[in-house]
């Protein structure tokens, strides 16, 4: 208690303690540190208010001073230790920075799965919350390091360069996925020019934390502080391998989706429908649509053997895998490398078919196909078209009249029976007139009006009289679109269709009796 000339009227036991030199009858100013003799005097300067607490530090210690003001004008200051609560309220809001920091790391790092964008994240979250720059170090590739470099409120850079990083203290160590060295260890003096760009300045600390991947280490973060600024303490370089810890696993992540990504895209180039194109005056066209939005390849398909030269058929298979999807698309696959062995036998279509179901039989498949293959040459005007069915819809065939007629053959399945049957009628193509061979996937697509009601082969004959004079492309592109807007919204199945026509024009020599001459519309 100090009265209000700033004199001590009373002292208790610990105020004793925590005040040594307090002694009543002695000034305050004598016995208490500044701040509380400045609240003092603020305090008995005035004669009402509320009485707010203050606060500052003795020997150390943190201290919050309460007063309670006498009616005699004496200020009673009731002292409470706040030290620990402060310090375990920094460290909660530390902590709370922490994980909030981390939380949203893991976010932005995991919201892509791709490598460069990953590394050039990680390399910007380091300098905005533990450095003023930051270097992403990948394994080497061809004897050289990849390196993302970033300064505090700068876009990171990327580069390759010559380098050995064992020059760098723990770095060779990190990128073999060893822990990392303490910080203390590394001198920053001694860090080569491809660490420190010169444009950064001098530098005053440095750690180097691994980034651990799965299986495999995903590479390396340096950090890197100013000259004059703060070491990195303890619990920064723990914070810098928790995050050093998502980075890496992300990192790793988006290596592995590129990795798997550029395997399929090789596998699926493989698997997907080729481009069909006119072949020795024998038009082509085709259209596929997979069941899935997001699917490119399903268990329709369609293939093109063209002929070596004019005098031979040109061999179009057109077929129906039981399923779809990816599964599906693996037998297509198969289905297609036979048949593509098979081309030396194409001029006798039973026993292509024969020799497929055999090996159809003899795989560990349970699932079965439709084809219908189709050789087509030209003939003069025309355009002659053998046909046979395996268990596959009819082609239909349009007259340059408007008048569609189906081709007169059928056939068992492949992959079920081990003695299947096969019938193959010949079909000739006036100019203009064309074969459309298509998969069920059109005629059972389901819509109009309820969205129950299956397209149906009477509309698919109507469409294509609606086509008579069309050129292959356009027939093929009207019956997509018209199936497509049959199912609207609703769901299908795979969806395939194959146009096989003879020119519209007349034939031209070629001039000076080279090369096989063109068509004229």
Same mark, same amino acid.
């Given at each position: 208690?100090?009265?209000?000339?700033?004199?001590?009227? @009373?002292?208790?036991?610990?105020?004793?303690?925590?005040?040594?030199?307090?002694?009543?009858?002695?000034?305050?100013?004598?016995?208490?540190?500044?701040?509380?003799?400045?609240?003092?005097?603020?305090?008995?300067?005035?004669?009402?208010?509320?009485?707010?607490?203050?606060?500052?530090?003795?020997?150390?210690?943190?201290?919050?001073?309460?007063?309670?003001?006498?009616?005699?004008?004496?200020?009673? +200051? +009731?002292?409470?230790?706040?030290?620990?609560?402060?310090?375990?309220?920094?460290?909660?809001?530390?902590?709370? @920075?922490?994980?909030?920091?981390?939380?949203?790391?893991?976010?932005?790092?995991?919201?892509?799965?791709?490598?460069?964008?990953?590394?050039?994240?990680?390399?910007?979250?380091?300098?905005?919350?533990?450095?003023?720059?930051?270097?992403?170090?990948?394994?080497?590739?061809?004897?050289?390091?990849?390196?993302?470099?970033?300064?505090?409120?700068?876009?990171?850079?990327?580069?390759?360069?010559?380098?050995?990083?064992?020059?760098?203290?723990?770095?060779?160590?990190?990128?073999?996925?060893?822990?990392?060295?303490?910080?203390?260890?590394?001198?920053?003096?001694?860090?080569?020019?491809?660490?420190?760009?010169? @444009?950064?300045?001098?530098?005053?600390?440095?750690?180097?934390?691994?980034?651990?991947?799965?299986?495999?280490?995903?590479?390396?973060?340096?950090?890197?502080?100013?000259?004059?600024?703060?070491?990195?303490?303890?619990?920064?370089?723990?914070?810098?391998?928790?995050?050093?810890?998502?980075?890496?696993?992300?990192?790793?992540?988006?290596? &592995?989706?590129?990795?798997?990504?550029?395997?399929?895209?090789?596998?699926?180039?493989?698997?997907?429908?080729?481009?069909?194109?006119?072949?020795?005056?024998?038009?082509?066209?085709?259209?596929?649509?997979?069941?899935?939005?997001?699917?490119?390849?399903?268990?329709?398909?369609?293939?093109?053997?063209?002929?070596?030269?004019?005098?031979? @058929?040109?061999?179009?298979?057109?077929?129906?895998?039981?399923?779809?999807?990816?599964?599906?698309?693996?037998?297509?696959?198969?289905?297609?490398?036979?048949?593509?062995? &098979?081309?030396?036998?194409?001029?006798?279509?039973?026993?292509?078919?024969?020799?497929?179901?055999?090996?159809?039989?003899?795989?560990?498949?349970?699932?079965?196909?439709?084809?219908?293959?189709?050789?087509?040459?030209?003939?003069?005007?025309?355009?002659?078209?053998?046909?046979?069915?395996?268990?596959?819809?009819?082609?239909?065939?349009?007259?340059?009249?408007?008048?569609?007629?189906?081709?007169?053959?059928?056939?068992?399945?492949?992959?079920?029976?081990?003695?299947?049957?096969?019938?193959?009628?010949?079909?000739? &193509?006036?100019?203009?007139?064309?074969?459309?061979?298509?998969?069920?996937?059109?005629?059972?697509?389901?819509?109009?009006?309820?969205?129950?009601?299956?397209?149906?082969?009477?509309?698919?004959?109507?469409?294509?009289?609606?086509?008579?004079?069309?050129?292959?492309?356009?027939?093929?592109?009207?019956?997509?679109?018209?199936?497509?807007?049959?199912?609207?919204?609703?769901?299908?199945?795979?969806?395939?269709?194959?146009?096989?026509?003879?020119?519209?024009?007349?034939?031209?020599?070629?001039?000076?009796?080279?090369?096989?001459?063109?068509?004229?519309?």
């Amino acid at each position: 208690m100090a009265d209000s000339s700033a004199a001590v009227r @009373e002292v208790n036991g610990p105020a004793s303690l925590l005040l040594p030199r307090a002694r009543v009858g002695a000034p305050l100013s004598q016995t208490a540190p500044t701040w509380l003799t400045a609240a003092h005097r603020r305090m008995t300067a005035r004669t009402a208010g509320p009485s707010e607490p203050v606060c500052g530090t003795i020997e150390g210690r943190t201290v919050e001073a309460h007063p309670v003001r006498e009616s005699d004008g004496s200020v009673v +200051w +009731w002292l409470v230790d706040d030290t620990d609560r402060r310090l375990a309220r920094a460290a909660l809001e530390s902590e709370r @920075e922490r994980t909030a920091f981390l939380t949203r790391a893991s976010t932005l790092l995991l919201s892509s799965l791709n490598a460069d964008r990953c590394t050039e994240t990680t390399a910007r979250l380091a300098t905005e919350h533990l450095a003023d720059a930051a270097l992403v170090v990948t394994p080497m590739t061809a004897r050289r390091l990849p390196l993302t470099f970033c300064r505090h409120g700068e876009p990171p850079t990327r580069s390759l360069v010559r380098a050995d990083p064992s020059t760098v203290p723990g770095l060779a160590e990190a990128l073999q996925g060893f822990p990392p060295v303490p910080s203390r260890w590394i001198d920053p003096q001694a860090l080569p020019d491809w660490v420190v760009p010169a @444009e950064l300045g001098p530098v005053g600390s440095v750690a180097v934390v691994p980034l651990p991947g799965h299986g495999v280490p995903a590479g390396a973060l340096v950090l890197l502080r100013h000259r004059g600024g703060s070491a990195f303490d303890d619990g920064e370089e723990v914070l810098a391998r928790l995050f050093a810890a998502r980075a890496g696993a992300a990192l790793s992540a988006a290596r &592995l989706y590129a990795q798997q990504s550029g395997i399929t895209e090789t596998l699926m180039r493989e698997l997907l429908p080729p481009p069909l194109h006119h072949v020795h005056g024998v038009e082509l066209a085709a259209a596929y649509t997979p069941a899935g939005a997001g699917e490119r390849v399903g268990g329709d398909f369609y293939d093109l053997h063209p002929a070596p030269d004019d005098s031979r @058929e040109s061999l179009v298979v057109l077929g129906d895998v039981c399923g779809k999807g990816l599964e599906a698309a693996v037998l297509t696959g198969k289905i297609r490398s036979t048949l593509h062995a &098979l081309l030396p036998l194409a001029d006798d279509h039973g026993r292509v078919l024969h020799l497929l179901n055999s090996a159809l039989l003899t795989s560990h498949h349970t699932r079965f196909a439709t084809l219908v293959l189709a050789s087509a040459r030209r003939h003069g005007h025309d355009v002659r078209v053998r046909l046979t069915s395996a268990g596959h819809l009819a082609p239909l065939v349009l007259r340059a009249d408007g008048t569609v007629r189906a081709a007169d053959t059928r056939g068992t399945l492949v992959g079920v029976l081990p003695d299947p049957v096969f019938g193959t009628t010949e079909v000739t &193509l006036g100019p203009g007139e064309i074969c459309l061979l298509f998969t069920d996937g059109i005629t059972e697509a389901r819509g109009g009006p309820l969205g129950d009601e299956m397209f149906g082969e009477h509309r698919l004959r109507r469409t294509m009289t609606a086509c008579a004079g069309m050129p292959v492309e356009a027939v093929v592109e009207h019956v997509r679109m018209r199936t497509a807007d049959w199912v609207g919204a609703g769901r299908h199945d795979d969806m395939a269709v194959v146009a096989v026509g003879a020119p519209r024009g007349t034939h031209l020599s070629a001039v000076d009796g080279h090369g096989r001459g063109r068509y004229t519309g």
